[in-house]
């Protein structure tokens, strides 16, 4: 089994503060743009569709992050603090924009429309790697 990771204080000190991730200004010029999404050390890159009415994650991750970039459509994000009891916190991200999800934080992701994203990751995709980091939660809000 591929090894995961272990987290550091350096690494976590790189994470953006706020879910909705401020994009750095594209690059533009005759051929077209180049906009940066994310220039940290990662290991996956996926692209998920997502049907209308779809519900995905109930879950945290224990060392993996992973930032998400809306290609086309809305999602409701949710999310808390892994262990708190509080009422979790919804924000909805539109095409164009990028959001991320530090480990420990349950999250669920709600699909008001078809939607395509990207996620980019800490850890490899892998299945046996991605299930020995994920713990899943029951539904944030069904």
């Known amino acids: ?16 503060k706020e879910v909705i991730v401020k994009l750095e200004k594209a690059f533009v010029d005759i051929r077209g743009s180049i906009q940066p999404l994310v220039d940290l050390p990662m290991e ?13 994650a109930n879950h945290y991750h224990q060392t993996d992050w992973h930032f998400c970039y809306v290609l086309s459509g809305t999602i ?34 709600l699909f008001p429309e078809k939607c395509s994203f990207l996620v980019l990751g800490r850890n490899s995709r892998s299945q046996e790697v991605y299930e020995a980091d994920v713990i899943r939660i029951p539904p944030l809000r069904e």
């Open 44 to 56: 996956s890159a996926v692209l998920i569709h997502s049907k209308k009415g779809a519900v995905r």
């Open 76 to 109: 409701e994000y949710l999310h808390r603090p892994t262990g708190s009891r509080a009422k979790p916190k919804s924000v909805f991200v539109k095409e164009g924009e990028l959001f991320f999800t530090p480990p420990m934080v349950d999250h669920q992701m």
């Open 1 to 16: 089994m591929k090894k995961i990771r272990p987290l550091n204080a350096r690494e976590k000190s790189t994470w953006p």
